[in-house]
């Protein structure tokens, strides 16, 4: 059974940072790409940043870039969301996705294309 299990949100004031934890188990971690994504009541699901299966390549939304870095760990199936620089608009809850690593260079921003979903985990940035 393929889980993604996230971690890590909480409060934190404008400027601050959080580093979110995404544990993946149920396969073979190697082959698929992760990402990590955000929604609001009332607004769209929102592509936050995906990195390849290799970990070399990263993919990161113009409204993060700079301030969010995402980044995993094969040894403990664990991917990161590395986030600093924290504003107000980066509330939200935050999910971690695997994509087929075929699909990540044409859909890493696409969340139809991803497979697999974690639960979610709160992030709320006070002013």
Sequence with gaps: QVQLVESGGGLVQTGGS??????ASGRTWRSYALGWF???PGKEREFVAAISWSGG?????DSVKGRFTISRDYAKNTAYLQMT???PEDTAVYYCADLEGRDYYTAYADGDKYTYWGQGTQVTVSS
């Design 18 to 23: 959080v580093r979110l934890s995404c544990l």
């Design 85 to 87: 620089g924290l504003i």
């Design 38 to 40: 955000r929604q609001t």
């Design 57 to 61: 390549t990263a993919y990161y939304a």
